[in-house]
T-cell receptor
Framework: KNQVEQSPQSLIILEGKNCTLQCNYTVSPFSNLRWYKQDTGRGPVSLTIMTFSENTKSNGRYTATLDADTKQSSLHITASQLSDSASYIC??????????????FGGGTRLMVKP | GAVVSQHPSWVICKSGTSVKIECRSL??????MFWYRQFPKQSLMLMATSNEGSKATYEQGVEKDKFLINHASLTLSTLTVTSAHPEDSSFYIC??????????FGPGTRLTVT
């Protein structure tokens, strides 16, 4: 069964600090992995996308890593800001040639950045 | 980048009435759109896959007669919640898939049934 698990479920950090969110998946066949940021009451917005051959990708203060062997990914946020408070969702895309790629969602990590 | 819009962004309706939510791909054609439901502090749950010009495919446990989906054009899909009840109150999000299989999410619609 395709599954994506994220940890921690929630996290509180002080403004300016760094944090790392984890994502483990059991998805096959793997197509790509995305990290999304979802503000409260809004739709998810893509932060990074990584394919099988990519180990790391950055988008400003966000850096995602991918270990395809251990099926783990992480999202590192540097110098956190109050606006980083949101849910971060790990989404793994499964190859499905007949119907197009299908998405498997993690449960998300709710991050709160406090001043 | 590709933009997906939803209308309305929020709606309050009385129990027993029907509500229609629109999902539009603004600058690309989407043969496939997806409808998700999200309850508080939970992740997105796929409700149905909508293919242009054909019947939607519903996930297990989702009532097709209650959640009517129409995908009449390559840029528009609608979700109608029929005979809404308070337990249907949720955040409904659509996504649209372009020709490269990239999915783009809409901003969501908050439905409150009183």
């Amino acid at each position: 069964k395709n599954q994506v698990e994220q940890s921690p479920q929630s996290l509180i950090i002080l403004e300016g600090k760094n944090c790392t969110l984890q994502c483990n998946y059991t998805v096959s066949p793997f197509s790509n992995l995305r990290w999304y940021k979802q503000d409260t009451g809004r739709g998810p917005v893509s932060l990074t996308i990584m394919t099988f051959s990519e180990n790391t990708k950055s988008n400003g203060r966000y850096t995602a890593t991918l270990d395809a062997d251990t099926k783990q990914s992480s999202l590192h946020i540097t110098a956190s800001q109050l606006s980083d408070s949101a849910s971060y969702i790990c989404v793994v895309s499964v190859q499905n040639n007949n119907a197009g790629n299908m998405l498997t969602f993690g449960g998300g990590t709710r991050l709160m950045v406090k001043p | 980048g590709a933009v997906v819009s939803q209308h309305p962004s929020w709606v309050i309706c009385k129990s027993g009435t029907s509500v229609k939510i629109e999902c539009r791909s603004l600058d690309f054609q989407a043969t496939t759109m997806f409808w998700y439901r999200q309850f508080p502090k939970q992740s997105l749950m796929l409700m149905a896959t909508s293919n242009e010009g054909s019947k939607a495919t519903y996930e297990q446990g989702v009532e097709k007669d209650k959640f009517l989906i129409n995908h009449a054009s390559l840029t528009l899909s609608t979700l109608t919640v029929t005979s809404a009840h308070p337990e249907d109150s949720s955040f409904y999000i659509c996504s649209a898939r372009d020709l490269t299989s990239e999915q783009y999410f809409g901003p969501g619609t908050r439905l409150t049934v009183t």
